[in-house]
């Protein structure tokens, strides 16, 4: 029977990781990274979760809503990083370049449910293959809560891999909050796997651009 990550397993991985770091000249990011076994590749293995963390990084994640009228002007005043109304969406059609930037530019989009299908035409070939398509939102959804939940959000993301990696703290995050976050997505992916955390075979904690900790997981 597989046993379960603790947050006695995972302290022990984050005060390991500390240990290993290299001293460098920014602040490191504490990276979760997920192995996963007895997974048959034949059936295609799509993570694509958007965990939404009890603590927040210093640099927040940039958001993107898609939207028009109200919608569009809520979250405008909620503090999206970026408002694109349906006739900016229209105008986006012929520009490749710009519809690129703005998939590597921002980390979550939104988009109202109504836009959806005009959103699919114009943007889905460019943010399918990032695994950034938008989360629809009905034009009444209270955006104000959305966003700032949003804030908080990391994806972990597997194609037909054996492995999933994001980030979960960085060097000036207490190691309590640090564990807590890698806790929230283990159990979000254990939760997206066939059998669950018997899927999960190690689990990897590192900073950056130092030696990795390791937890195997029988």
């Given at each position: ?34 192995t ?37 002007l809520?979250?405008r ?88 990696a ?31 955390l ?21």
């Open positions: 029977m597989s046993r379960l990550v603790s947050a006695e397993d995972l302290k022990q991985l984050v005060q390991e990781a500390r240990q290993k770091a290299v001293k460098r000249n920014f602040n490191q990011s504490f990276e979760l990274i997920l996963f076994r007895d997974i048959d590749l034949k059936q295609p293995l799509n993570l694509n979760e958007i965990v939404f963390l009890p603590h927040p990084f210093e640099k927040k994640p940039k958001i993107c809503v898609i939207a028009s009228g109200d919608l569009a809520r979250a005043n909620a503090g999206a990083d970026l408002v694109i109304d349906g006739d900016e969406l229209d105008k986006l059609a012929n520009q490749k370049r710009m519809i690129r930037k703005i998939a590597s530019s921002y980390d979550f989009f939104l988009a109202e449910a109504s836009l959806m299908p005009k959103v699919g035409k114009i943007l889905g070939q460019y943010f399918g293959p990032r695994g950034k398509m938008p989360t629809p939102i009905p034009p009444n959804a209270p955006v104000e809560q959305i966003l700032p939940r949003y804030r908080s959000a990391v994806r972990v993301r597997s194609r037909n891999q054996l492995a999933a994001c980030k979960v703290g960085d060097e000036k995050m207490a190691d309590e909050r640090i564990i807590d976050n890698a806790l929230a997505v283990v159990d979000a992916v254990a939760k997206k796997l066939p059998i669950g018997k899927n999960i075979g190690k689990v990897v904690m590192k900073l950056t651009m130092s030696p990795p900790s390791i937890l195997k997981l029988r």
